[in-house]
């Protein structure tokens, strides 16, 4: 299976800020990454597909970029709202699609 | 728009069964790939199952030859029958869509979760 690992796994910020999260896989997989976002007691919300594609009705503040191992996402300009936990999901290797642990975003 | 209601969890012991259930609004069921995505107490979630627009199923290797997902076309739901449960099943079962929109195998839409504990 296909490891991804996430970094950091918790960081402290403030509103305003930007914001940079990384998801690093075991292997190549091409732009197969998503990112999504987790309000606790919620499910989990898709934010960008293949690597860099904005799911519809996601605000611009959130980007994705990279490809192969390294990726990225970064929020600029933190408002309260995006206070979650962050998860990377590789859709390369499918249908055994893995998860990373996740970073856990909080309000310093 | 676009629901997913998932219900059936429960507190059950060590090797009991368990069906789950995911009604669909605004969607049908059989005409995307459908999901079963769980999420054990503090972690991050792991895929399951899927059910393809054919009929075929994939598993994930924890749950291979215990669980058996399918759907009623008649009701648009889609079911996780889960046998011989371990403790280390507990976990929030979420149903998820693939998106179709792309190639991406996204999970653009979730349901709200249900709860399934496994202990004695």
């Known amino acids: 299976d296909i490891q991804l690992t996430q970094s950091p796994s918790s960081l402290s910020a403030s509103i305003g800020d930007r914001v940079t999260i990384t998801c690093r896989a075991s292997?190549?997989?091409?732009?197969?990454l998503n990112w999504y976002q987790q309000r606790p007691g919620k499910a989990p919300r898709l934010l960008i597909y293949?690597?860099?594609s904005q799911q519809s009705g996601v605000p611009s503040r959130f980007s994705g970029s990279g490809s192969g191992t390294d990726f990225t996402l970064t929020i600029k300009s933190l408002k309260p709202e995006d206070f979650a936990t962050y998860y990377c999901?590789?859709?390369?290797?499918?249908?055994?699609?893995?998860f990373g642990q996740g970073t856990k975003l909080e309000i310093k | 728009e676009v629901l997913l209601v998932e219900s059936g969890g429960d507190l059950v012991q060590p090797g009991g069964s368990l069906r789950l259930s995911c009604a669909a609004s605004?969607?049908?069921?059989?005409?995307?790939?459908m999901n079963w995505v769980r999420q054990a107490p503090g972690k991050g979630p792991e895929w399951v199952s899927l059910?393809?627009?054919?009929?075929?199923?994939n598993y994930a290797d924890s749950v291979k030859d215990r669980f058996i997902i399918f759907r009623d076309d008649s009701s648009n739901t889609l079911f996780l029958e889960m046998n011989d449960l371990r403790v280390e099943d507990t976990a929030i079962y979420y149903c998820?869509?693939?998106?179709?929109?792309?190639?991406?195998?996204?999970?653009?839409?979730w349901g709200q979760g249900t709860m399934v504990t496994v202990s004695s």
């Open positions: 998820a869509r693939i998106s179709d929109d792309d190639d991406s195998d996204a999970f653009d839409v």
């Open positions: 999901q590789q859709s390369y290797s499918t249908p055994t699609y893995t």
């Open positions: 605004g969607l049908t069921v059989s005409g995307h790939q």
């Open positions: 292997r190549s997989i091409g732009t197969y």
């Open positions: 059910i393809l627009t054919g009929g075929s199923t």
């Open positions: 293949s690597a860099s």
